[in-house]
Structure formats: structure tokens, C-alpha cells
């Protein structure tokens, strides 16, 4: 599992945006020009796609931003070791056959399943619930995914909770804090300045 911290990607994002700024200089001066450095071209599209989820986020509100964070999180490798780095595939809205969904499936390279319902903190209500409906998606995917490993997670957009903390431990359930959503939306403004080169 990766080691960086939110801290440690806030300078990584630092970094990038001195790239774009140099990855639009180099499209300026070639402008017109039959030869283009295609590399530096397909290295901002990279920068893009990693950054995208978080972009998008300041402009949502609830469950819908807890999402774009949680995406961008595991596209980065920026989420603790409770869910393990060697994702294979993440599948959004995993419905099972009792027309049920869970917010994110992540499938493993180890044959584990990790459920995850992610909330945002804003709407406690939905947090508590939220451990229930961990726990009930975690036992509808043993039934149709039976030779994996099931985890149940429950992925929250806010600093820890320690009473939320213990309630998942008390049901077996694995608590990630996505972290400080002030602090997460201003990443995102930035990573959208980054991305889409200062357009709104």
C-alpha cells in the first residue's frame, strides 16, 4: 500500500501545476509547427485523468462529493492500508439481484471484495445508517460472490469520528475518514485549475 498522506499529494499537486504551466508554454511555442512533443502532451492527459475525480468535487454536495473523493483517493493509492492497494477493478453502483446497490465495489487482485458505502459527514443520520447498510451489502455479496473475500467499508467524507470509528469496529466493519472537507474542497479547486487549465 502507498504511503503518501493528503499532505504529501498537496505537494504533488504543487508539482503538477508547475508541469501544466510548462506543458502550456510548450503548446504555445509550438503552435503552427508540424512537430509536436506528444509525450509531454500524453503526460498532461495522465496528470488529467488522475486528477479528475477530485476536480469535479467542488462543485457537489453530499454523498455525490464523498464519491469524487473516494474516487480520486483510489485512483491515487491514497487510501489506508483497510483497503488493500492491489485493486484489480472498482465497479460504481454494484447492484445485486435484490435491486439493491452499493456505492463502490472494489475487486482485488487477492481475491478479496471490499463493499463500500461511502457518506459524508455533514449528514450524520446517513453515517449511522450507513453502518447498517455496510454490513447488509457485505452479506448480499457473500450470496452472489461467493468464492471472494468479502469486506464491509464504510468510506466517510470528514475528519475521524471516534464514536463512529468504534460503532464499525463493534460490527465488523472497516472506517475510512476521506478527510477534512473544507480542506478536501480546496484541493479540489486546485486540482480543477490543474486539469482543465484554469477553464470553469
Known amino acids: 500500500m ?7 499529494y498537496k505537494d504533488a499537486v504543487l508539482e503538477l501545476g508547475a508541469s501544466v504551466e510548462e506543458l502550456g508554454a510548450l503548446r504555445i511555442r509550438t503552435a503552427g509547427m508540424e512537430v509536436v512533443d506528444h509525450s509531454a502532451l500524453a503526460k498532461l492527459e495522465t496528470i ?10 467542488h462543485n457537489m454536495f453530499g454523498e455525490e462529493r464523498a464519491c469524487a473523493v473516494f474516487d480520486w483517493k483510489i485512483l491515487n493509492g491514497l487510501l489506508p ?14 447492484r ?5 446497490k452499493v456505492d463502490r465495489a472494489v475487486f482485488h487482485t ?8 461511502i457518506k459524508d459527514a455533514c449528514d450524520q443520520r446517513a453515517v449511522v445508517a450507513g453502518i447498517g447498510q455496510a454490513l447488509l451489502y457485505a452479506s448480499l455479496a457473500e450470496k452472489e460472490y461467493p468464492s471472494h473475500h468479502i469486506v464491509p467499508v464504510l468510506a466517510v467524507l470528514g475528519l475521524p469520528d471516534p ?3 468504534r460503532a464499525c469496529k463493534r460490527g465488523g466493519v472497516e472506517y475510512v475518514a476521506l478527510g477534512d472537507v473544507q480542506f478536501m474542497t480546496l484541493m479540489s479547486k486546485v ?3 490543474i486539469a ?3 477553464r470553469p
Open 81 to 94: 492500508e483497510c483497503v488493500p492497494a492491489d485493486v484489480e477493478r472498482v465497479k460504481k453502483e454494484l
Open 163 to 165: 464514536d463512529v470509528a
Open 196 to 198: 482543465y487549465d484554469g
Open 191 to 193: 486540482a480543477h485549475f
Open 48 to 57: 488529467r485523468q488522475s486528477l479528475a475525480p477530485l476536480a469535479r468535487m
Open 2 to 8: 502507498s504511503n503518501k498522506t493528503i499532505s504529501d
Open 110 to 117: 487477492s481475491g478479496r471484495l471490499s463493499t463500500v458505502e
Open 96 to 100: 445485486f439481484k435484490t435491486g439493491r
